[in-house]
Nanobody
Framework: QLQLVESGGGLVQPGGSLRLSCAASGIALDYFAIGWFRQAPGKEREGVSCISRSGRSINYADSVKGRFTISRDNAKNTVYLQMNSLKPEDTAVYYC????????????????????WGQGTQVTVSS
């Protein structure tokens, strides 16, 4: 059973940066595409970014392109989300999720493709 644990969230001022980590245990992460999702209060959960098994294929939501960078270190069983130029509208609980797949690609939807989810980490962007 794959377990995912997010960390790195916190309170940051607008324009600031945070790096989220998604640490996996139980199964080698290189069998999985990984996605980052977020849910703000009163809103539906939305896809932020995803990365394929090898890391060669990456996708971003339009709202974070140019500001967020996803990466993975399969040797450390960890995926990262570097978030720069943060805005108040980035405030949300951020989740990582894993999709077991034979293919070296990733998609942000439908979210039902993702079999395993972490518990989430809160990111608050406020002055």
């Amino acid at each position: 059973q794959l377990q995912l644990v997010e960390s790195g969230g916190g309170l940051v001022q607008p324009g600031g940066s945070l790096r989220l980590s998604c640490a996996a245990s139980g199964i080698a992460l290189d069998y999985f595409a990984i996605g980052w999702f977020r849910q703000a209060p009163g809103k539906e959960r939305e896809g932020v970014s995803c990365i394929s098994r090898s890391g060669r294929s990456i996708n971003y939501a339009d709202s974070v392109k140019g500001r967020f960078t996803i990466s993975r270190d399969n040797a450390k069983n960890t995926v990262y989300l570097q978030m720069n130029s943060l805005k108040p509208e980035d405030t949300a609980v951020y989740y990582c999720a894993a999709q077991q797949t034979l293919f070296d690609g990733c998609v942000l939807g439908p979210q039902t493709k993702y079999n395993y989810w972490g518990q989430g980490t809160q990111v608050t962007v406020s002055s």
